[in-house]
């Protein structure tokens, strides 16, 4: 651990341990980093005796897959958010602009606490805890709580492992620190299974007729991507119609699997003409770099930005980011 992170983490337990009153906040569309996260902290500081609140931006609703981390009932919506928090948490937001609506709250908050994991987070808090060798948010968080001598109960661990298990595709990009730290969760009584499973392998009948749609107009562009390969799909909303997030988000963890492609791109309808696309790559492609040349973000092999017009204009500029970072 650097001695910057372990200050900040010093700082960071510091001003929580002070504060009576907290506001944690996930990233808009909250995945279960994010609010795996959010709500592994909320839950150690609503335990310390503090008034605690859990949110984020958009949309108004929670992802079915993550109401159950929230046990102690900390989660609130956007609108409910004070206007000058004494002290604010964000969590998994590696920019201002992932706040949403809500990024306005870090010039009226007493203190802002930055916890995350992207290389490209500016350090937009008063303190930064900023690890970007974590594979997660969620693994911060949890040297926070161990800073903050929190007790890891099922609760607790529950959230972190969730974050965990997601961001680093079960494990598989864990390194041997982390396979660790999952066996602590596991001896704090998280069912691994229970935990994974409605988060990516459960589905509605409906995702099936959903994907049978959308896959069967997905391209591939052999010789995109400097020649490495891209393959893309486009899910409308009207193909998403009767599902949930959850199901619009996984389309990209099998378009990936596309042997002939480097890189991967799923273009979400969010509303007409709005689209948020998600940017994976197997090992070469930085796709972090494409998205900021696209005006978003994220990790090496998995990025994201949002982006206005018809599909085929979000694809013709990708394409050009691509050949800006892969080509030649
Ligand atoms: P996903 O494709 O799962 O939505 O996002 C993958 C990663 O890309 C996220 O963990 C996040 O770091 C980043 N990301 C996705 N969408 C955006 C966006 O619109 N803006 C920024 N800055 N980052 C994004
Ligand atoms: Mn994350």
């Known amino acids: 651990m650097s001695n910057d992170l372990s200050a900040s983490l010093t700082a960071a337990a510091a001003a929580l341990t002070d504060a009576s009153d907290v506001t944690l906040l996930a990233h808009v569309n909250p995945d279960a980093d994010a609010l795996g996260s959010a709500l592994a902290l909320g839950l150690a500081l609503h335990r310390l005796g503090k008034t605690v609140r859990v949110s984020f931006g958009a949309p108004d609703s929670v992802p079915e897959t993550l109401r159950d981390l929230d046990v102690a009932g900390l989660l609130v919506p956007a609108s409910a958010v004070p206007a000058a928090p004494e002290v604010l948490v964000a969590l998994d937001t590696g920019s201002v602009g992932r706040l949403g609506p809500l990024a306005d709250r870090l010039s009226t908050a007493g203190t802002v606490v930055v916890v995350d994991h992207h290389v490209s987070n500016p350090g937009f808090g008063t303190v930064n805890v900023i690890d970007a060798s974590a594979e997660a948010t969620a693994l911060v968080v949890l040297r926070l709580l161990d800073e903050l001598g929190v007790e890891l109960d099922e609760p607790i661990a529950r959230c972190v492992y969730a974050?965990?298990?997601?961001?680093?595709?079960?494990?598989?990009?864990?390194?041997?620190?982390?396979?660790?730290?999952a066996a602590r969760l596991l001896a704090a009584g998280v069912d691994a299974e229970a935990v994974a499973r409605p988060l990516m392998d459960s589905h509605p009948f409906g995702y099936l007729g959903m994907l049978a749609?959308?896959?069967?107009?997905?391209?591939?562009?052999?010789?995109?991507?400097?020649?490495?390969?891209?393959?893309?799909?486009?899910?409308?909303?009207?193909?998403?119609?009767?599902?949930?997030p959850e199901e619009v988000e996984s389309v990209v963890d099998l378009v990936r699997t596309t042997a002939e492609a480097e890189v991967a791109a799923v273009l979400k309808e969010l509303g007409p003409s709005y689209w948020s696309v998600s940017l994976r790559a197997v090992s070469r492609v930085d796709v972090r770099e494409v998205a900021q040349l696209l005006g978003g973000g994220g990790h090496r092999l998995a990025a994201g930005f949002t982006a206005e017009g018809d599909a085929s204009d979000v694809l013709s500029r990708l394409r050009e980011a691509l050949e800006t970072v892969a080509g030649g």
């Open 163 to 181: 974050g965990l298990v997601t961001d680093t595709r079960s494990f598989r990009h864990a390194r041997a620190s982390t396979h660790e730290v």
């Open 213 to 244: 749609k959308v896959l069967s107009r997905a391209a591939l562009e052999r010789s995109a991507a400097g020649g490495l390969g891209f393959v893309h799909a486009v899910v409308t909303l009207d193909d998403a119609a009767g599902l949930r």
